[in-house]
């Protein structure tokens, strides 16, 4: 019941399109759900973050659709760049001390 | 300010060597945490503290311990190094927010 279901696990995408990264809970408990984004070598930095009381969140190119009666929520990255090649890996977490739980991570590459 | 900091970023260790990963921010963060990544496994929970002095297991937390004298230090302590603990291991700090911010990593090999 803690897991966090993450597919694909690699997508290769052209340069301009769009990248679509899925997950699926099972915690009815989760109330925090964020998207963290990790370059080679380094570690993960927090991308982009929504709670289940809004369907969609959006910061840029960057956008989160929640879908609670589904327990679903997804990443899509808009105009794909080749900066945007990374691991992207989402999380969930119920207040419990801040405990994240992990999706296995999605290898994005964007073709130029 | 700079952030979470981990040593060392490489270390290869014999089986049954010890080591310990240190770990060190500088945020005044209460909470923090050690993840170990393995591929295709996401990022596993080994320990986390919520403050100095207390300190819980995680998902994942044979073969490892913890302490937290103080507020900015969460050290990770290998002692019988065994091959399955070959990894990427990541410490992390939590604020007032939500937003975890981690470490740089240090990759270990156990051979």
């Known amino acids: 019941q803690q897991q966090v279901k993450q597919s694909p696990q690699s997508l290769i995408v052209q340069k301009g399109g769009i990248s679509i990264i899925n997950c699926a809970y099972e915690?009815?408990?989760?109330?925090?759900f964020p998207w963290y984004q990790q370059f080679p070598g380094k570690g993960p930095a927090l991308l982009i973050a929504?709670?289940?009381?809004?369907s969609e969140k959006k910061e840029g190119r960057f956008t989160i659709s929640f879908n609670k009666s589904a327990k679903q929520f997804s990443l899509h990255i808009m105009d794909s760049q080749p900066g945007d090649s990374a691991t992207y890996f989402c999380?969930?977490?119920?207040?419990?001390?801040?405990?994240?739980?992990f999706g296995q991570g999605t290898e994005l590459s964007v073709k130029p | 300010n700079a952030g979470v900091t981990q040593t060392p970023k490489f270390r290869i260790l014999k089986i049954g060597q010890s080591m310990t990963l240190q770990c060190t921010q500088d945020?005044?963060?209460?909470?923090m945490y050690w993840y170990r990544q393995d591929p295709g496994m996401g990022l596993k929970l080994i320990y986390y503290?919520?403050?100095?002095?207390?300190?819980d297991k995680g998902e994942v937390p044979n073969g490892y311990n913890v302490s937290r004298s103080t507020t900015e230090d969460f050290p990770l302590r290998l002692e019988l190094a065994a091959p399955s603990q070959t990894s990427v291991y990541f410490c992390?700090?939590?604020?007032?927010?939500?937003?975890?911010?981690f470490g740089p990593g240090t990759r270990l090999t156990v051979t």
């Open positions: 992390a700090s939590l604020g007032g927010g939500s937003e975890q911010y």
């Open positions: 929504i709670r289940p009381d809004v």
């Open positions: 915690n009815t408990a989760f109330d925090y």
């Open positions: 945020m005044n963060h209460n909470y």
């Open positions: 503290s919520v403050g100095a002095g207390i300190t």
């Open positions: 999380a969930a977490t119920g207040n419990q001390g801040g405990k994240l739980i």
